[in-house]
Structures are given as C-alpha cells and as structure tokens.
C-alpha cells in the first residue's frame, strides 16, 4: 500500500512544491480533489482492478488524499500569513527612512520691518502701547482736532460700521488713550493694522502704521528731526539723508513731510512719513496745559517703509502672499 501511495504522491509532488500563492493553490485542489481531478480518475481506475487488490488501493487513495489535502491548507495558512505581512507593512511606517522635507516658515516681510522698527524705538526709551482697531469718531477725529466739518475728514475716508463707529484710518487714537490715562512725561509707539477706503499701486484699504509721541515740557523740533533720523538711517541706512518739508496736519503744528534720499527718485527724494509738534488743541483735549507740555509726533506706514528699503514698486504685492515673492527677502 505504500508503495501504490508512494507511486501515487510522486505524480503530485512536484505540482504541489511549486506552488506560489493562493491562486495557484486552489488550481492545484481542483485539478487534484475537484470532480474531475487526478484523484476521481484513479478511484474510477478501482473496477479494472483485481478485487483481492482493490481495499489496499482505495485506503492508498484515501491517504493520498488526506496529505494532499494537508498540504493544500499549509500552504493556504502560509500565503494568508505572507499576505498579511505584506499588507502590514505597506501600512507600517519606516522610523529609518529620512521624513519630507518640509519648508521652514519664515516672518512675513511686513512683521520683519515692524519688528525692526520697534526694536530701534525701544533703544530710545520708547514703549510699546495698543488699541483697537474698531474706534469711535472721537477718538479717531475730534480729539485730534478734526471735527465733523473739517475737510481734513475727506483725506481720512475709510469704513464706518454706524454714525460713531469705524475701522480707525490710523494709530493715532492709541496716542490720546493714552494720554487720558497716563500722566507725562510720555514716549510711546503705536504699531497697527488701519484702514482706508484705497487701493492702487502705492495704496491699500488696510495696511500697518507705526506712529510715536513724546510729552515732556522741553521737547522742540529738533528733538523730533533727531529721533527719525535715527529711526530711519538705522533701518534704511547710515547713507541715507533726510529733508523736512513744511506741510499740514490738523493734529500738528507745525507740521513737516519728511522725505529720503533715494537715487531711482526723479528729484533724488522720496516721501517716507508726516510728523509735527503736538497741536496745543490735542494737548488740551486730553487734559493737558499746551504751556507747560510740549511734545511730536509722527506716523509711518511700515509698506512704504518696505518699498523703499527693498525697492518694490507695487504694495499690493504685500498682501497677496506670494511664497516667490515673500522668498526673495
């Protein structure tokens, strides 16, 4: 009997030994058990054989049987376990491979220059104060002697939310909060986000100013020359020289535009900020004696102070976030 199922599994061997995954594995089960498989065919073979011989050949064919069948579920376990490691480790993550490189975020261009221009008025003993964006007309206007019917207002066109209240057209209302609140002498800065109702090359509907004051009962002209010198030729350069033009703000007397020089400028100059002497108006405003404090202010738009610096000929470059052009600074 061993023999006949020696003989038997010879034929089979080899075709089960080859096998590679579990498609192949049920071709070989059917070709060897199905209906019409190696194993029907010899059990059809038992009435040509001698019947004194045909027990031992039919147990052989059972055992046949039983070990083919043996190997086939092996071989299935074996594939269903290759399988599932396979799977696991297409999921897995692989702590040894190097991760994505991914890019390291930098200061925007505009919080650069703030930070910049903070860092120099601080030297000078300058501290930082806040307010909030969203103002009422009086603080915005009529505490910097700009009433309701002056034509001032038009230059200052920006976003109400009712009669009273409004997107702040600039810092300065940080300034008379301030003063309220604070007894002089005083030299603070304002930094902020304020809006206005432009938009071009050179103008946006919202954008960041940094403005300053200084109280004190001595404080002259000369004192505000020699602050924004500073301020200015240490962001832009010992190089650069500074001109005062007399001009007119409702909230300064006097006032001044204060121009750069700058070699791509048709008259070697270009506008940088407005700045002045406190008005005495403001200074009664909040409470004080214009004859015994005296002090300046100014304000500077930190885009224009980017463009001059960097060379940018459209503001509007700023806000859009462009990494090709945030990149390049």
């Not at 261009?109 to 969203?134: A, D, H, K, N, S």
């Not at 304002?190 to 809006?195: E, F, H, K, Q």
């Not at 020089?261 to 214009?290: C, D, I, T, Y």
Request: hydrophobic share 40%; with cysteine; glycine share 6%.
């Amino acid at each position: 009997m061993k023999n006949i199922r020696d003989m038997l599994m010879d034929s089979i061997k080899e075709k089960l030994e080859k096998l590679e995954n579990l498609e192949e594995v049920e071709k070989a089960r059917i070709s060897i058990l199905g209906k019409k498989g190696f194993l029907k065919e010899q059990f059809k073979k038992m009435k040509d054989i001698p019947p004194q011989e045909r027990a031992e050949f039919g147990k052989a064919l059972n055992l046949v049987k039983e070990e083919v069948e043996s190997i086939l579920s092996s071989k299935i376990e074996e594939f269903k376990a290759l399988q599932a490691k396979s799977k696991a480790l297409e999921r897995s993550v692989d702590l040894t491979i190097p991760g994505a490189k991914r890019a390291v975020g930098r200061l925007h261009l505009i919080t650069q220059i703030l930070q910049e221009c903070v860092e120099v008025f601080e030297r000078m003993g300058f501290e930082v104060v806040e307010g909030p964006e969203i103002e009422n007309t009086y603080y915005n206007f009529e505490a910097l002697n700009t009433p309701e019917w002056h034509p001032a207002r038009d230059l200052h066109d920006t976003f109400y939310i009712d009669e009273n209240k409004l997107l702040r057209t600039h810092t300065s209302p940080v300034q008379i909060r301030t003063m309220e609140s604070r007894k002089p002498p005083l030299r603070v800065i304002s930094p902020g986000r304020v809006y206005r109702k432009d938009y071009d090359a050179s103008h946006l509907p919202a954008f960041f100013q940094i403005e300053g004051l200084a109280i004190d009962r001595e404080i002259s002209i000369a004192d505000l020359k020699g602050t924004l010198e500073n301020v200015i030729k240490s962001v832009l350069g010992e190089d650069k020289k500074v001109r005062f033009r007399p001009h007119y703000f409702p909230f300064t007397e006097p006032s001044v535009e204060v121009d750069v020089s700058f070699p791509q400028g048709k008259s070697g100059w270009l506008e940088l900020l407005g700045a002045g002497m406190v008005h005495p108006n403001v200074l009664r405003n909040v409470g004080l004696n214009p004859d015994e404090w005296q002090g300046f202010a100014f304000g500077m738009g930190i885009e224009r102070l980017a463009m001059l610096k960097y060379g940018v000929d459209d503001i509007r470059e700023f806000p859009r976030n462009s990494l090709n052009f945030l990149k390049l600074f």
